[in-house]
């Protein structure tokens, strides 16, 4: 990954075929498709959720996203990815250190058992813990009788999110540290560093800002996950009901200016996700070759 | 489960963080919790037994079932249908959005890659009523047409998601594009159509594969925006399993889950791994 290196650390200008030399019209032409794609499939969707939810003014909006349940959802939001996201920021660090600097047997297998939640759909995500801890799964009868809810309660929610989002913090680090290799920390070690002192003085300074962009996908996901969340939540209103079900919820009763002003809080929170996101890339270029 | 459990050195050094059993303990510990019931469910759907919990002998029952149930099969063509329409539009639109991207300089080139991104930021749920509100108001959707026909909603709205996802991954790919060659083909009188097929397509093949790949996983995996533009007719797979689960968790559903698990893994498998390779080949 990180032998491909961004466009913009290409100086080498092109005599010829440079953008500047390009007719007017292909030019007209490019910028109209691009902006037609983007502006098409993806801006104009977007501004139906900010149309709809505004379709009868700020005040109705702001109600739907002041009430009791929108708040109790917007807690439990925050409250799952503040427990998912440090879990799984700490497992990436751990498991990328295993797989970028060590050798051992069975290595591809946990690097495809990182990257696995990518491919699962997120409603068998759920499922699975439904089957393990629900009233009819393996541990549900022992659960209930020891008065332990996790199906359908805020510890399934936390699981369900954890899986989902389990890869994004080692894949972003594992080439990251892969590239940097272990000769800093072998260097340190040598001069009688601890292995803590190591970790904290040498290596946490070289990944920060891969570990930064880790959390921030981490964090975008765990905080918009419906499927996985939809299927072991009991979408019990102000309990168990996280943003995007409560989106949902409203919907399906007919407060479609309620749904959508939840919906916009999310995007506005995607928003800001998306503007770090930026900031991130400027400030550590090479983090734009990085695909998804 | 336990692969980092077994380092092979046996005196662990400073650095072997991993070596020590709090680590180890932490590692293994969250590999179990999420990988075992994953587990369950695949071993549990050849279980012999209307119930999940005690293993009953090996059978091949379910999937059998699955296999002839005609909803899931419909819900299942619907899905291979979906994706490989919504595929083949994302990655036409995300290599040219992708190309467009890299060759040309715009003024706003910043906010337009920065809009690619929204899709791998925005919740699902809020596209999801986006697209709903969509197809009934902006663009008012036909409800009543023949077979793929029904679908193209869906299909609209997974390319939506999926083609940024391709671009991203051509974009990468085009960043290890060595400009030279197109000066050499240019050089010896190549018009630019031939040497966009001739010298960059195929540069951009590998890039193509794997987005295509990934494209067609996320389409077939997708529940929430499927899930608010499907109508009773073009239920997909995930979105049927869904509605399975509510009903109650029966070993058909784990068959179900194992297939879709199987069909999705194995293409990521094989995405991830064209990414991988075609980054380490070609240093720029």
Known sequence: MTAVAPSRSHPRSRPRASAGTDPLWIRVLALTAVIGFLGGMILLPLATVFVEALSRGLQPAWEAIREHDALAALQLTLVIAAIAVPFNALFGISASWAVAKHDFPGKSLLVSLIDLPFSVSPVVAGLIYVLVFGLQGWFGPWLQAHGISIIFAVPGIVLATVFVTFPFVARELIPLMEAQGTDEEEAAVSMGASGLMTFLRVTAPNIRWGLAYGILLCNARAMGEFGAVSVVSGHIRGRTDTLPLHVEILYNEYDFVGAFAVAGLLCLMALVTLALKTLLEIARPELDSHGV | ?284
């Open chain 2, 1 to 284: 489960m336990t692969d980092t459990a077994r380092l092979p050195k046996p005196k662990p050094g400073p650095l072997d963080y991993l070596a020590r059993w709090p680590l180890r303990l932490w590692v293994a510990g969250t590999a179990l919790f999420l990988y075992a019931p994953l587990i369950t469910l695949m071993v549990f759907s050849f279980n012999n037994s209307r119930r999940n919990i005690v293993w009953r002998g090996f059978t091949l029952d379910y999937y059998a079932q699955v296999l002839q149930d005609e909803s899931l099969q419909h819900a299942f063509v619907n899905s291979l249908t979906i994706a490989f329409v919504s595929t083949l539009l994302s990655v036409i639109l995300g290599a040219a959005t992708a190309l467009l991207l890299w060759r040309f300089r715009f003024t706003f080139k910043l906010g337009l890659e920065g809009a690619l991104s929204i899709p791998i930021v925005v919740p699902e749920i809020c596209m999801g009523v986006a697209f709903l509100v969509f197809f009934t108001k902006v663009v008012p959707w036909p409800t009543a047409l023949p077979w793929p026909l029904n679908l193209g909603a869906i299909i609209i709205a997974h390319v939506s998601f999926s083609f940024s996802f391709v671009a991203s991954v051509v974009r990468a790919r085009l960043a290890s594009f060595n400009r030279e060659m197109e000066e050499a083909a240019r050089d010896l009188g190549a018009s630019e159509w031939r040497t966009l097929m001739d010298i960059i397509v195929p540069h951009m093949r590998p890039g193509l594969f794997a987005g295509g790949l990934l494209a067609f996983t996320l389409s077939l995996d997708d529940f929430v925006i499927t899930f608010f533009t499907s109508g009773p007719d073009t239920i997909t797979f995930p979105v049927k399993v869904y509605s399975m689960i509510r009903f109650s968790v029966t070993p058909e559903v784990n068959a179900a889950s194992t297939l879709l698990i199987v069909i999705t893994v194995a293409l990521t498998a094989i995405a991830l791994r064209m990414q991988g390779s075609d980054a380490g080949r070609d240093p720029s």
